[in-house]
């Protein structure tokens, strides 16, 4: 008889881990079947495992990374700072630095707190709305991710039978055990391809509301570009009843120099980043006018909104966020979304020639695959039902055994390091695993 395979060290690693960390990593592992394989170092594009395997890297850190990994100017900058501490009670310069870069890059982020993520940030932005506004409750988009909080955790993955409420509008529904049933009361839910039941429930709620929390280019409402319809209602709303528009452009900051907001027609009057602001390591920011802002400036003695944290405004990561956007100039941002361009043109094109019943959907360096043929605009056209959402991880894991790395629901960003090769390489492997998977 012959002896069971060698357990690869990846394999080791996590039935290890998998006995003092519940879920068997923090990295998402559960979707990896039998098991992740685990990260010994980045170089560029590419991630190597422990097992010695170069993967093309699509996950880039959830999105974070915007130069692939152990990028040379932010290694250098990051080494620099370090040498000098990595943390004081006291601000350093740096933080001015890349609040300064922001403002420079968009006028609406006039002024800027740091945290340490997105989450961070996008709760301090709606605490500051509610502070504002003196209003409570607030409006999310229905299946839209903005960080593990718990009035962002309504309705984030709703099932078709928890989809209406009584009035057919979308129900707050609890997405994460251990948020309380007030959280539902206080959280309105928005349709992301709907104007017309937008209008309608934001003329309804839109007097209890602080703030409208949005990404124009949600990954979980499938990674299509908010329509001009829905951004108009939200315009209109809040101009009417003195709404706080809150942008969560944690991810979609990358999509051109200045940000999301510009381009798509939004006037936020908050702002949160993070992710590639950070070049890497842990961040988050919410930025705004001063006049907005003032409400986090404890100096002027009036009830504001206390916005601090241990780390907040670290060195470490202001080095780095420096450095990683002073390399994402206009040229490189142009340069990347060109090959995000191609390869979706490259990919759909495939499909249509193979009769594959798939879409690609994305913007910028953001790209989804859906499968199926319908026509995905939002939540409830791109929901996959639980044996589509185990084809999605089957072909997750079948690209990964052909080398590159997706997220669980199949999407991915480019990194600048990429080229036209590894497009090329992106779109072959895809499609010939879609069509295998789906024949
Ligand atoms: N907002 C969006 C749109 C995100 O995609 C994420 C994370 O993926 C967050 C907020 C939360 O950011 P973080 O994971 O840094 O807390």
């Not at 980045?42 to 990994?69: K, M, P, Q, T, Y």
């Not at 609040?99 to 340490?116: D, G, I, K, V």
């Not at 709606?126 to 718990?150: L, M, Q, S, W």
Request: aromatic share 6%; with cysteine; net charge neutral.
């Amino acid at each position: 008889m012959s002896a069971p395979p060698a357990k690869s060290r990846s394999e080791s690693a996590y039935v290890r881990e998998a006995k003092v960390v519940p879920g068997g990593s923090m990295r998402a592992a559960q979707w990896f079947k039998p098991h992740p394989p685990y990260a010994a170092r980045g170089e560029g594009c590419w991630v190597i495992d422990i097992d010695g395997r170069r993967i093309l890297d699509c996950a880039n850190n959830f999105f974070s990374l915007i130069h692939g990994h152990a990028f040379p100017p932010i290694l250098d900058a990051v080494h620099r700072a370090m040498a000098g501490g990595t943390a004081f009670g006291l601000p350093t310069e740096s933080e001015i630095l890349l609040a300064e870069t922001l403002a420079a890059r968009n006028p609406r982020m006039e002024q800027t707190r740091f945290c340490n993520s997105g989450t961070e940030a996008v709760l301090s932005a709606v605490k500051g709305a509610r502070a504002i506004t003196g209003r409570e409750r607030i409006a999310k988009f229905e299946g839209c991710y903005h960080g593990a909080y718990d009035w962002m955790e309504v309705s984030l993955d709703p099932s078709p039978a928890n989809w209406n409420d009584e009035s057919c509008n979308p129900a707050s529904v609890r997405s994460n055990a251990g948020v309380p049933e007030s959280v539902l009361r206080e959280t309105v839910v928005l349709p992301y391809d709907d104007p017309q039941r937008c209008a309608d429930i934001l003329r309804h709620e839109g007097r209890t509301l602080a703030a409208i929390v949005v990404d124009p280019l949600a990954s979980r409402a499938g990674t299509v570009p908010m329509s001009k319809e829905i951004v108009g209602v939200l315009r209109e709303a809040c101009r009417r009843d003195g709404i706080l528009l809150i942008a969560d452009e944690v991810i979609s900051f990358r999509l051109s120099f200045d940000g999301a907001s510009r381009s798509f027609g939004l006037e936020p009057d908050l702002i949160a980043t993070a992710k590639i602001i950070g070049g890497g390591l842990p961040i988050g920011a919410v930025s705004g006018s001063a006049d907005l802002m003032s409400v986090f400036n404890h100096a002027e003695g009036k009830p504001k909104v206390s916005m601090g944290g241990t780390f907040s405004g670290n060195p470490l990561s202001m080095a780095a966020g420096l450095a990683s956007l002073a390399h994402y100039s206009q040229s490189a941002i142009e340069r990347l979304n060109g090959l995000g361009d191609r390869l979706r043109n490259k990919v759909r094109d495939s499909f249509s020639a193979a009769g594959v019943a798939a879409s690609f959907t994305g913007m910028g360096s953001l790209f989804r695959l859906h499968l199926g043929g319908a026509n995905v605009t939002g939540y409830r056209t791109a929901y996959t039902s639980p044996e589509k959402t185990q084809l999605i991880r089957r072909i997750q894991f079948a690209m990964l055994e052909e080398g590159i790395l997706l997220t669980p629901n199949c999407s991915g960003a480019l990194s600048t390091p990429m080229t036209e090769s590894e497009i090329s390489l992106i779109a072959d492997k895809l499609v010939a695993v879609v069509a295998k998977q789906v024949a």
